[in-house]
């Protein structure tokens, strides 16, 4: 049976990540940010193990107590502040930066054993802000360039261990309505690539035969 530790399976595509791969059969590991919300994970997903580290405070995730092998990571976990420069605050950067960027690292580093172990899959997923940077999104672009670097650096260091980046256009998930409020849009969630299709790739990445990686993925809404 295969091993899987995925974060951000409150919603969005971290959550059809982990029920996709729930339902099939496999061991799933997610991460909640307190007791409380790791017992509303307990009961959405039942038969999954729930640790408890907030991704805000990297450090948390250093006490985790991982399986032995681990056949994925699934990093889905992510916050967005926009802003202008000139307007956002030390803590929107911080926050954005800890979650994002340096949360992911740390994770990553406690899981290697168990992922080398397994011959395993790191996931990253970016965002199209991890390849372009627009005006008003400076501090999320800048922690999803930064994963984008800790991909490109991990996949040199752990020749056992695949890595893969997917980055996402516009997907229809509850942080795509809040970056449309905080965008003063009219949110339509049609318009947008569905969550389902992202994890979809994702699990298609973890299932890759071996003799194959695919470092970099983008997908982009249709139209």
Do not use: C
């Not at 948390?60 to 926009?82: C, N």
């Not at 627009?134 to 672009?141: I, N």
């Not at 922690?143 to 752990?158: C, I, M, P, V, Y």
Request: aromatic share 4%.
């Amino acid at each position: 049976m295969r091993s899987h530790l995925v974060t951000g399976a409150g919603s969005g595509i971290g959550a059809v990540v982990a029920r996709t791969l729930l339902d099939r059969g496999d061991d799933v590991v997610l991460v909640a940010r307190s007791e409380e919300r790791a017992d509303e994970l307990r009961a959405s997903y039942d038969g999954a193990a729930v640790l408890v580290a907030d991704l805000a405070w990297p450090e948390s995730v250093e006490s985790l107590a991982l399986p032995s092998a681990l056949d994925s990571v699934v990093h889905a976990a992510g916050t967005v502040e926009l802003g202008g420069v000139a307007e956002l605050t030390v803590d929107d950067w911080a926050t954005q930066l800890r979650v994002n960027l340096v949360a992911p690292a740390a994770l990553t580093r406690v899981a290697l054993p168990a992922l080398r172990a397994a011959r395993g899959t790191v996931v990253f997923v970016n965002s199209g802000a991890g390849l372009t940077a627009h005006p008003g999104w400076s501090a999320y672009a800048a922690s999803k360039h930064g994963l984008r670097a800790l991909a490109d650096s991990l996949r040199g260091e752990e020749p056992d261990v695949r890595v893969s980046t997917v980055y996402p256009g516009r997907t229809a998930t509850p942080m795509q309505e809040k970056v449309h409020a905080q965008e003063g849009k009219e949110y339509d969630a049609a318009a947008w690539i569905r969550p389902e299709t992202v994890a979809d790739a994702i699990v298609r990445l973890i299932d890759l035969p071996r003799d194959a990686t695919v470092p970099d993925l983008t997908v982009r809404p249709a139209g």
